[in-house]
């Protein structure tokens, strides 16, 4: 008799909780019942109670539905509309300034699993922020324009139990060092953040890192001059591993400090591989990639000609054109106008001069003039006509 009580006790206890986290329909309204909780995996005493979790379908137009979660970290979405096997459905929540969630199909809301969410207490020391593997990998070198084009990926490890959130000053924001001078950065991550702060020696990012391993991979530009270029970083946390990869056939590495240099085949192609273990914090990578190739001297011409660098000339081109029509037009009023003016005002002049000849003959002809007095203006007339 006892063990049918205590069987039948247990099966009421399983019934139990299997309503706790099922999805079911309300037989009232016709409307889809979500439960889930949340679980926090730092201190699985703490309170949990009175936390906002946001419901969201992606690319949809309806707001987020949003639900309280109860003295056990247990929530609850009633939702009028369908529930769709192929959308899926996003559940996220703050928690102590930290963004956590998870996502599910519609199928996966019928298969009547818990949706769980877990969350970390946080913590702002950065001392629990470490680097397993970092990797430099050269994808492509612009010979013509002296640029390489560089590919790094940071496996950034939490090895506590809470997640790591930046505090109020910039030097806490997680960062990551790059040699200076870069150009056109790319990243890709699914660390969640909501800015990415580019500064002379690398960039940052606005994200909280939670507990585990956590891939950064992203890429740049540099330009070289005089067939070498400086690869030197500061680190902002602990390295275990750092490699570098260049083509054995291009160039040489030069580092200081420790570390070792070797040729290693990947799939037929051989590559020089830098290795140096165990960095820390307040150390630097100095690395000089030396013997990069260099176009000629018809290269760099035709590459100066080309249509990319024509256009980027235009600017250059039309203000050195407005500035020679300036200088033209200065020219032109100052010299060949005011020189065309005068030459006007003395052929009037001249035209003045043979009037007063020929009145002047008119009189000698009339009798108003004698001889001596005609040649007398004739002759001052012609002294004028000469000058």
């Known amino acids: 008799m006892k063990k049918i009580k205590a069987f039948f006790l247990l099966t009421i206890i399983l019934l139990v909780y299997e309503y706790e986290f099922i999805t079911y329909a309300d037989e009232n309204t016709g409307s889809i019942v979500i439960l889930g909780a949340l679980i ?38 009633v939702s009028e ?44 020391d950065q001392n629990v922020l470490r680097v397993l593997n970092h990797s430099v990998f050269i994808g492509a070198i612009d010979k013509i324009n002296m640029r390489i084009r560089v590919l ?44 990415v702060f580019e500064v002379n020696n690398g960039f940052a990012l606005n994200t909280s890192v939670p507990p585990g391993e956590h891939e950064v991979l992203y890429s740049y530009d540099l330009n070289y001059k005089n067939k070498e270029l400086f690869m030197g970083r500061s680190l902002p946390y602990p390295i275990e591993i750092f490699r570098m990869m260049v083509p054995a056939n291009i160039g040489e590495l ?84 005011i020189s065309k003016r005068q030459r006007l005002e003395g052929l009037s002049d001249k035209i003045e001069i043979l009037k007063a000849i020929r009145i002047n003959r008119e009189k000698l002809k009339t009798g108003e003039l004698d001889k001596v007095e005609f040649e007398k203006i004739e002759n001052e007339l012609t002294d004028k006509w000469i000058t």
């Open 81 to 124: 509309e369908p529930v769709l096997n192929e959308n899926l459905y996003v559940f996220t929540v703050v928690y102590e300034n930290a963004v956590y969630g998870t996502s599910v199909t519609g199928e996966q809301i019928f298969s009547n699993k818990p949706i769980l969410i877990e969350v970390y207490n946080s913590t702002s």
């Open 254 to 337: 030069d580092f200081k400090g420790d570390g070792s240099k070797t040729i290693v085949d990947v799939q037929g192609k051989t590559y020089q591989l830098l290795e140096k273990k165990e960095l820390l914090s307040t150390d630097e990578i100095n690395i000089v990639y030396r013997g990069l190739p260099e176009p000629s001297i018809y290269q760099r011409f035709t590459n100066l000609l080309s249509y990319k660098n024509l256009i980027k000339m235009a600017p250059l081109f039309l203000a050195v054109s407005l500035f020679l029509i300036v200088v033209f037009s200065v020219w032109y009023y100052k010299y060949v106008h």
């Open 40 to 77: 926090n995996n730092t201190n699985p005493e703490t309170d949990l109670s009175s936390i906002e979790v946001f419901m969201s379908v992606p690319d949809a137009t309806k707001p987020p539905s949003v639900a309280v979660t109860g003295t056990d970290g247990g929530f609850r979405f």
């Open 152 to 195: 790094e990926m940071q496996t950034l490890y939490n090895d506590s139990f809470s997640t790591y959130i930046p505090g109020d000053s910039p030097m806490s924001l997680v960062r990551f060092g790059l040699p200076s001078g870069f150009e056109k950065l790319s990243l890709d991550t699914v660390l969640k953040f909501s800015e």
